[in-house]
């Protein structure tokens, strides 16, 4: 019998990628999918991120790069938070990484000990449960409240450290599945908490430059010691690419290097090549979000009118967080059946919320126009 270690036992299902795979299987049998599962931008790359990396690939030679990255690269993301935040970094503090997950290894690496506590939102990405308990890491969730806009707060984070202390606390915002931004005063008072406490706050801020008439702010304002974590992945619209970067407390930089060395040595010499030039293709990335701004006004207006109506604050990045209980309190069965009934997939919320996700679905509108209409028609022919 082959063995399997107690950490690959305690990770779960990513669900999303279930369904998508399921969904990829239907269209491979020649069924027209609506692709709504996946936090997948459908634009291409910019045109200056392929030409980039074509020019460097005609080279004929993709070398190894130092595990901290490209130091160009390193320099335009620093500058970036100058411009773009107000906030100095100094280049030496970036790590370009292999995506944000391998930011999130990294990070969980660096910062605790096995058996130590991490608070994470619930609802949240699934991924962070599921790194933190491979790591032999802990979990503990911040369940999120109405009342609060299902953002986590300062109160909430002294109440999830009280009732058993933690080590430290990951955020996100705008947030995967709410699409919850944090207010400026909210993320300042967070910061000023976890900073009470002793610990050190992750911020995921992988979807700014995807929000809809309210401001992101990077924690970084706040705390120069916080550890953000982002990627090319979901405004750059380059998600096959695995590129992403992290800032990092000088005291980090070394850890972490150490880690990246020694883990995956560098993140892609081409990707990063990529990654530096989508830094001039601001318009065009711009022009996509207003396509998922659309969308995100289509499904607003439609779903209240399937029985879909409440939503989380739906303030950033590209999903809707839907309230499915007065259709059914079985998400994953809801979600086969709309799968194999309305050729429209979608991921049940349980990825996200294992206590109450079974009422929740996450619709991504990261699609075009065109196919977040038809997801509407199918849906309404469906459910009526």
Known sequence: MTPISRRAAAVQPFLAMDVMAAAAAKARAGDDVVRMEVGQPSAPAPRAVIA??????????????????????????????????????????????????????LAFMSLFDAGARVAVPQPGYPAYRSILASLDLVPAPMVLRAEDRFAPTAALLRETHAREPVAGALVMSPANPSGTVITETALRDLCTAAHALGLPLISDEIYHG??????????????????VINSFSKYHCMTGWRVGWMIVPEALVRPIERLAQNLYISAPYLSQIGALAAFDATDELDAVGDGYARNRAILLDALPGLGLGRVHPADGAFYLYADVSDLTNDAPTFCRRMLDEALVAATPGLDFDPELG???VRFSFAGSEAECREAVARLRTWLR
Do not use: K, M, N
């Open 358 to 360: 079974h009422h929740h």
């Open 210 to 227: 995807l929000s809809y008439g309210v401001p992101t702010v990077t924690a970084l304002r706040f705390d120069p010691d916080a550890v």
């Open 52 to 105: 980039a990396a074509q020019a460097a690939l005609a080279t004929g030679r993709v070398p190894y790069t130092e595990a901290l990255g490209l130091p160009a690269l390193r320099e335009r993301i620093a500058r970036d938070y100058a411009e773009r935040h107000g906030v100095p970094v100094s280049p030496e503090r970036v790590v370009i990484t292999t995506g944000s997950s391998a930011g999130f290894v």
